[in-house]
């Protein structure tokens, strides 16, 4: 068999996916080829090299993995907006006329959001104690998820972030740092911070600043909960209000979920953490999860989540997996809901779930009804930003969800999509329009807003700022 003939083959057999073959230095003596193929994860690579290997006369030099060289870098960098053509650009964006702008602003302090990059500028800041489902692996290896949020800024609303990686885990520091660096920030979006340390991180700074802080592992998840759910019980016919919920993880997530449910009317929450559920007799519950306990488990449910679960409406997991089973999920209530959200592996496999529950929502991209972050933060701060606010009220985040939640209409509504894709067309510029308006409304002005339609990526970007 040809050469090439050889490696594709061993590729396929070993479970690969050839994708291209090319030639990449030929000699007389032996010929170096450049091979791409799909594999499932690092083993299987390890399995396809070896088959490579395994081929008399072949020798694999060098593995590259497409996700490594995405991050080669980074994926940021600065860009100059003024032109720097000639001396009078430089005159004008540098010195000597820079020093007026300094002047005004000096005199003017307010004006800094206006004449330069505070009013479209975001600190994504975090101490890497919690970072994705991963734990503490520390502020530099926290730096490529930080650097990916600040790409979804730019990407879906046009806003400039920066990651701000903490060498610490103390408060009283992460607390100091972050107002020290605030002046050049319009706002700041605090990221993978471990509970219970995020919620006094999120409660200081909002008192000190007078920029919109947001904790997204908190808030943004609870947006976007509450959207789906919404549309998830308007298709079943069921009300929040009547609902009874049982939720798995009081963790930051999972706190900040059950608050913005119980605000948006929910009445029946009964809460697990690992010693489990969340009732009047525990005593070992820290000042957050004691003051929940006054507004949920009204019926003081002291069982099992397999307990609790029956005859239940919703399940909604921000844990670990396999905290349920399928027959949980079959002795829930009719029309089910289950909102299984750890990530990468949920509390229950999609699929088993879906056997007895009507609604099945992950935070995974490759199963229907993603419950995905994207959808809440970077309206929510292009909202703020635009508006000129710095205090995010339950308000605002109930603002947001419902400008999600109105992204699927009656005719698209089914099981299998209940919230919109972080691509729907429409998805940042109706949270940011209602985001506004709560905020003009607050404060008793009017901002025009953005138009919903958008013809093109150009348009949506240019009818973003002042």
């Known amino acids: 068999m040809h050469a090439r003939g050889l490696i594709v083959s061993a590729v396929a057999k070993a479970g690969g996916i050839v994708t291209a073959l090319d030639v990449a230095e030929p000699t007389p003596g032996s010929v170096k080829v450049d091979l791409s193929c799909d594999a499932r994860d690092s083993d299987h690579v390890a399995q396809i090299v070896a088959a490579l290997d395994a081929i008399d006369g072949c020798r694999v030099a060098k593995v590259s993995d497409r996700v490594f060289l995405?991050?080669?870098?980074?994926?940021?960098?600065?860009?100059?907006?003024?032109?720097?053509?000639?001396?009078?650009?430089?005159?004008?964006?540098?010195?000597?006329?820079?020093?007026?702008?300094?002047?005004?602003?000096?005199?003017?302090?307010?004006?800094?959001?206006?004449?330069?990059?505070?009013?479209?500028?975001?600190?994504?800041?975090?101490?890497?104690?919690?970072?994705?489902?991963?734990?503490d692996l520390g502020p530099a290896a926290a730096m490529p998820v930080m650097e990916g949020k600040a790409a979804l800024f730019k990407r879906f609303a046009n806003v400039d972030a920066w990651p701000i990686c903490i060498s610490s885990n103390d408060v009283d520091e992460i607390v100091r740092t972050v107002e020290l660096i605030a002046t050049g920030f319009g706002g700041i979006n605090l990221e993978d911070i471990a509970a219970p340390r995020c919620f006094e991180i999120e409660a200081r700074l909002r008192e000190r600043l007078d920029i919109p802080v947001f904790h997204d592992d908190q808030h943004?998840?609870?947006?976007?909960?509450?959207?789906?759910?919404?549309?998830?019980?308007?298709?079943?016919?069921k009300s929040l209000a009547q609902a009874r919920i049982v939720m798995s993880g009081a963790g930051a997530a999972g706190t900040a979920v059950c608050k913005l449910l119980?605000?948006?009317?929910?009445?029946?929450?009964?809460?697990?953490?690992?010693?489990?559920?969340?009732?009047?007799?525990?005593?070992?519950?820290?000042?957050?999860?004691?003051?929940?306990?006054?507004?949920?488990n009204p019926r003081n449910v002291t069982g099992s989540?397999?307990?609790?679960?029956?005859?239940?409406?919703?399940?909604?997991?921000?844990?670990?997996?396999?905290?349920?089973?399928?027959?949980?999920?079959?002795?829930m209530a009719r029309d089910s809901i289950v909102f299984a959200l750890a990530n990468p592996e949920p509390e229950i496999e999609p699929v088993e779930a879906a056997e007895h529950a009507l609604v099945v929502a992950t935070g995974r991209?490759?199963?229907?009804?993603?419950?995905?972050?994207?959808?809440?933060?970077?309206?929510?701060?292009r909202g703020m930003l635009d508006a000129g606010g710095y205090t995010i009220t339950d308000e605002v985040l109930l603002a947001a969800a419902d400008a999600i939640a109105d992204c699927v209409n009656d005719n698209e509504l089914?099981?299998?999509?209940?919230?919109?894709?972080?691509?729907?067309?429409?998805?940042?510029?109706?949270?940011?329009?209602?985001?506004?308006?709560?905020v003009e409304r607050q404060r008793g002005d009017s901002i025009p807003p953005i138009p919903v339609s958008r013809a093109s990526d150009d348009e949506s970007l240019s009818s973003f700022g002042s």
């Open 70 to 135: 995405a991050h080669l870098g980074g994926k940021l960098e600065v860009a100059v907006k003024a032109p720097m053509r000639h001396r009078d650009d430089l005159a004008r964006i540098y010195t000597p006329g820079v020093a007026r702008v300094c002047e005004a602003i000096a005199e003017h302090p307010e004006d800094v959001r206006r004449l330069t990059i505070k009013r479209n500028t975001v600190a994504v800041v975090t101490d890497g104690s919690a970072v994705l489902g991963l734990g």
């Open 220 to 237: 943004g998840t609870a947006i976007v909960v509450v959207a789906a759910l919404r549309n998830a019980l308007r298709l079943v016919g």
């Open 262 to 296: 119980l605000t948006a009317g929910a009445t029946d929450i009964v809460m697990y953490d690992l010693d489990g559920a969340l009732h009047r007799g525990r005593t070992d519950l820290d000042p957050v999860r004691t003051a929940l306990l006054e507004s949920m």
């Open 305 to 331: 989540i397999s307990e609790a679960l029956r005859d239940a409406d919703v399940f909604i997991g921000l844990s670990a997996p396999g905290v349920i089973t399928a027959d949980d999920v079959a002795g």
């Open 365 to 381: 991209s490759d199963y229907p009804n993603q419950i995905n972050n994207v959808l809440a933060f970077p309206g929510v701060f």
């Open 414 to 438: 089914s099981s299998v999509y209940i919230v919109p894709s972080v691509f729907h067309p429409e998805v940042t510029t109706r949270v940011t329009n209602a985001v506004r308006r709560v």
